[in-house]
């Protein structure tokens, strides 16, 4: 019984490494800003024992910062492999695939024990065809990592709620990837608080469930602030319309994939969404547990990406990457439900439901497929063959890589000729003009303007103007200024 009960999983593990190895062969994995600071930092951990990614301000010293923006636990776990010899974007690339097997194994085995094996299958297919989610897998992104401790979470606090402190470390964990994954901490708070017992035991289990993820974060925020010297201020940031509007339209999406027509994508997707509640609610008569467990983590999970966006970062967007654990966590409840119901249900119900999830299934594998085609055609971002093989990447590895760079897109110098650069000034403030211009004399450096910007600093060419700096060289995505003989 427990060879049968593992053989679905296992399957769909396999299943899923494989295809994240197909789909990042070369030249892939795509390589996108965030890449460089995940994989820089593991590089420094290696090599230096410090997380410090390669780019720095204008008057860094050294062409390099702390770790701050993202936390450390994808560049800790890229180190490992890093540090017996293997590439770090081969190694990021293993790692995403080993994770997405094994997510994918842990979800399809916790739907099999509670819903049976079409629950189980379904949980599987739904995964594996979602949109969101492949390209999550596409990339060199923490994404595949914190999915896993994410699923890994779910499983423990539903398999193994009598042990607080077990899934709370995992939850702990699972902040250390993601900061959105603080929200874990939180949720296996409010588990541990719910299960039965008496008060002083649930407040005891619920601050068990709390301790790892309050020190480890309380760790890394010390560890932040002695090494930058900053934190993360907060405010109230409003203007929240777009990011709402990007939020409802990825959601549309996902529920009614790939249809063209706005207005029925947005009919079609309510459809799907008021169906999706109803079998969550059914589904919820029957195994209690495990909708509970999935709709708190949803709703820590919402509840901490809206306040980030509301009182921390107003450019935290609401697309498929940021929305990914939440197609996760409907995928484990919808499957469940369709498991559980299946079942009992008449035959007309169940050509009816078997009609609508293989439209859904369909469709979604159709814009899946799509792409991964766009992706794998030519290679992503950083990773692209031509973007490789321009006349500007081929001159950051000649004459780009005899001089210091300074410019507004670190990551493009990074990604050509694996040297660190530093970043302009964020303003046009005539002091700091001068004392930027001075720098750049002293090093004997060059301010390169690429067309792309990944941080908000001075426009290169108002910089360039304002120093009367001359033009070096020009490409069709950048310019190179220099002080002039």
């Known amino acids: 019984m427990r060879l049968r009960l593992l053989a679905l ?23 996108d800003p965030d890449a460089m600071s995940y994989l820089g930092a593991a590089e420094s951990f290696v090599s230096h024992g410090t997380l410090r990614i390669p780019s720095a ?54 739907v099999t024990t509670v819903a049976g094996p079409v629950g189980g299958a379904l949980t599987g297919t739904m995964l594996l065809v979602t949109p969101g989610l492949v390209l999550d897998h596409l990339r060199v992104l923490s994404e595949p990592l914190f999915l896993l401790l994410l699923v890994a979470s779910l499983a423990l606090m539903l398999r193994r709620s009598g042990r607080p402190l077990a899934y709370g470390i995992v939850a702990a964990l699972t902040g250390l990837v993601r900061y959105a994954g603080v929200a874990m ?3 296996a708070v409010l588990w541990a608080f719910s299960r039965p017992g008496t008060r002083r035991q649930r407040v005891r289990c619920a601050a068990l469930a709390a301790a790892p993820t309050l020190l480890v974060q309380a760790a890394w925020a010390l560890r932040t602030r002695a090494e930058s010297g900053t934190v993360r201020t907060l405010g109230v940031n409003g203007d929240v319309g777009a990011t709402l509007q990007e939020g409802l339209a990825t959601l549309e999406n996902w529920f009614a994939p790939n249809v063209a027509p706005a207005g029925l994508r947005a009919v079609l997707a309510l459809l799907m969404a008021v169906l999706a509640v109803l079998l969550l609610w059914r589904g919820a008569r029957r195994d209690r547990p495990l909708f509970t467990l999935l709709g708190i983590v949803a709703l820590c999970y919402t509840g901490l990406v809206l306040a980030s966006r509301l009182f921390a970062d107003p450019g935290i967007p609401l697309d498929e990457r940021l929305l990914s654990p939440l197609f996760v966590l409907a995928s484990l409840g919808v499957s469940a439900a369709v498991g559980l119901l299946w079942r009992d249900a008449r035959l007309p119900l169940r050509l009816a439901g078997a009609l609508v999830l293989a439209m859904w299934l369909g469709a979604s594998a159709w814009r899946t497929a799509v792409w991964v085609r766009d992706a794998r055609d030519g290679g992503w971002g950083y990773a692209g063959e ?97 002080p002039p003989p």
Not at 9 to 31: K, Q, S
Not at 442 to 456: K, M, S, T
């Open 9 to 31: 999983p296992i399957g769909f593990a396999v299943v899923a490494f494989a295809a994240v190895l197909w789909i990042t062969r070369p030249p892939g994995p795509g390589l």
């Open 57 to 110: 301000d204008w008057d860094g010293p050294g062409g390099t910062t702390p770790l701050d923006h993202f936390p450390p636990g994808f560049s800790l776990a890229i180190a490992v492999p890093v540090a017996v010899g293997i590439p770090p974007v081969p190694a990021a690339r293993g790692i995403e695939a080993v994770a997405a097997g094994l997510a994918m194994g842990l979800a399809v085995w916790l």
């Open 185 to 187: 901490g939180g949720a």
């Open 386 to 482: 031509d973007w490789q093989a321009s006349a500007l990447v081929q001159w950051l590895r000649t004459d780009g890589a005899r001089r210091p760079v300074f410019s507004n897109s670190p990551p493009d110098v990074w990604f050509a000729n694996g040297r660190n650069s530093w970043k302009l000034p964020q303003t046009l403030d005539a002091a700091e003009v001068t004392a930027f211009g001075k720098v750049l004399r002293e090093r004997r450096g060059v301010l390169v303007g690429f067309a792309r910007e990944n941080e908000p600093m001075a426009k290169p060419e108002e910089l360039a103007r304002a120093l009367g700096l001359v033009v070096l060289a020009r490409f069709d995505d950048a310019t190179v200024w220099g």
